[in-house]
Each structure stands twice: as C-alpha cells, then as structure tokens.
C-alpha cells in the first residue's frame, strides 16, 4: 500500500501550536460557562432567587436586544419595514 506523503502533517507543525493560548481559552470557556449555569441558577425564580441581578444585571435581555435592534438596522438598510 503506498501512502500519500502531503496526508501525514510536517513534524515542524508541532512548533507552530500555541500551547499557552489553548491553555488560556479552556480556562475563559469553562469559567464562563460555569459562570452562565450559575447565573440562571440565581435568577431563575424556582431556585435561589435575586431580584436585584435580574432586574439591573440581566446581560440575557441585553444580548438578545442588542441582536433585535441590529436586524432591525439591517432590515430598514434593506427597506424592509421592521
């Protein structure tokens, strides 16, 4: 069986990793991940509930409103009527 040569990676691939920055992005990931879990936690009224960060730290209501009002923009730039 004859194998392709350009299939296999160059052994000089391994220098071009930046161990560093994977390491730091799994970090940033699970923390906010974790982070996002404990959130709704809080402010769902099923469980331990805080009215204060639902009320004035509701990024939930701030990301999905940020994406409406972006479409919207778009939608008027195209002469849609949103």
Known sequence: MIVH???FPSPN???HID????TRFCFLF????YFNIAYIGIVDPKNFY????????????WFSDSIIAASRIIAMNFG???
């Open 5 to 7: 040569p350009k299939i």
């Open 50 to 61: 805080l009215p204060f960060l639902d009320h004035y730290f509701n990024y939930i209501f």
């Open 80 to 82: 849609v009527d949103a």
């Open 19 to 22: 161990y560093a920055w994977i």
């Open 30 to 33: 699970t923390g906010l991940y």
């Open 13 to 15: 691939l391994v220098k």
